[in-house]
């Protein structure tokens, strides 16, 4: 089971970055990205379920992020848009092996390695 991260990058306040993770192995449901900023703690940015009927966003984010997987291609996207300063952090790709999605990061059970973003202001 893997999980890779790509699309981060240095992008100046008010960008936009598109992140994706690949998945291999077998379809997860839910699935979420994180992001933990240096000296912080790991939180939770938004989440999927396998359909993707359901959705859930940190209340930072809402309006901006837009979370989004193809299960066909076993893919996950997270396209952010009007990037502030304090978006920047290393973003995480995560996946339960079942359940609901929830901001809870220790009921995902695996990780991908993490992208940076870095929005300058």
């Known amino acids: 089971v893997q999980l890779v991260e790509s699309g981060g990058g240095l992008v100046q306040a008010g960008g936009s970055l598109r992140l994706s993770c690949a998945t291999s192995?077998?379809?997860?449901?839910?699935m979420g990205w994180f992001r933990q900023a240096p000296g912080k703690e790991r939180e939770f940015v938004a989440g999927i379920n396998w359909s993707g009927s359901s959705t859930a966003y940190a209340d930072s984010v809402k309006g901006r992020f837009t979370i989004s997987r193809d299960t066909a291609k076993k893919t996950l996207d997270l396209q952010m848009n009007s990037l502030k300063p304090e978006d920047t952090a290393v973003y995480y790709c995560a996946a339960r092996r079942s359940g609901l999605v929830t901001a809870s990061y220790t009921s995902y059970d695996y990780w991908g390695q993490g992208t940076q973003v870095t929005v300058s202001s």
């Open positions: 192995g077998r379809t997860f449901s839910p």
